[in-house]
């Protein structure tokens, strides 16, 4: 299928407008309603429905979607691979859930770049659903999440347990300190574990989507809150931060996913280089 045909398609669903699509794209709108009706033709259903109020997806515009962002994401692979080829034997694509990345990935990747520096490493971040999806799709080649739906021609297994501790860099923290407490969202499974755990903190003032990032805020200000312990592990040894020891601690699974065919000869010790790094990763 012809790529600048799900450029538009995209570009219309997400702006609600064949203008304002055609300005995104930098040609007329008739240029625009061209693509789509050929687009329309090929599919044998009407994507988007017009009216005075702009252009909406109808039910199969709503399926497409997904397999135009699809084709777009693969394209893009595509061309980066192309362009890294000149300077690197081969390319490894890593997705990952981001609070997976501090402690834990960023070193993996960092020691496999010493092993391999003619390896062309592209890392990412999504949900475990959009990464397995992107698993199925080849955009990326490893995924690690804390949730990994089987799919046919996918390889499952679980890799570490991450342990996420309840910390401080108050002198006198408790968890009944709401003003202090800041939440951090570790994804839907901690988020409906913490509000069974926690239901007075959980409308606190302050809610970061930061990942790892977020442990910032701690030492500028004197508060609390969780995170893995193989990210505030350096932290506790230095007595920046204190673990609040009655305070329950969360264990979540987390599970390494790639396609069954990249069973060659070079992917088999990416991957148990992979399981060295989850083995000595503190907390798992």
Do not use: C
């Not at 109020?53 to 109808?58: D, E, F, N, R, V």
């Not at 329950?248 to 010790?269: D, G, I, Q, S, T």
């Amino acid at each position: 299928m012809d790529v600048t045909l799900a450029k538009t398609f995209l570009a219309i669903a997400d702006t609600g407008s064949f203008m304002e699509a055609a300005d995104r794209l930098h040609v007329t709108q008739s240029a625009v309603s061209m693509r789509i009706k050929s687009l329309e033709d090929a599919l044998g259903r009407k994507l988007f429905q017009r009216s005075k109020a702009g252009a909406s997806l109808t039910p199969a515009g709503q399926q497409f979607q997904r397999h135009a962002t699809a084709i777009l994401r693969v394209w893009q692979h595509a061309q980066l691979e192309v362009s890294l080829a000149d300077q690197h034997s081969d390319h490894l694509a890593i997705g990952a859930q981001i609070s997976l990345w501090e402690g834990f990935l960023l070193d993996w990747v960092a020691k496999l770049r010493e092993q391999r520096p003619d390896l062309a490493v592209t890392a990412s971040f999504a949900a475990s659903q959009v990464l397995i999806e992107r698993l199925v799709e080849g955009t990326i080649d490893i995924a690690v999440a804390y949730r990994a739906v089987a799919r046919p021609g996918i390889e499952v297994e679980h890799l570490m347990d991450d342990e996420l501790v309840l910390v401080s860099s108050e002198p006198r923290a408790s968890t009944r300190s709401d003003r202090s407490y800041v939440f951090v969202n570790w994804g839907p499974e901690f988020a409906a574990d913490h509000a069974d755990t926690y239901p007075q903190l959980s409308k606190t003032g302050l809610h970061l989507d930061l990942g790892a990032v977020g442990i910032n805020y701690l030492f500028k200000t004197q508060s609390s809150g969780y995170f893995p312990l193989r990210v505030v592990q350096p932290f506790l040894q230095k007595r920046k931060l204190t673990i609040i020891k009655r305070a329950r601690r969360f264990v979540y699974p987390v599970y390494l996913a790639y396609p069954e065919e990249r069973n060659e000869e070079a992917f088999a010790p990416i991957l148990e280089s992979l399981r060295v790094m989850a083995a000595s990763t503190p907390g798992a």
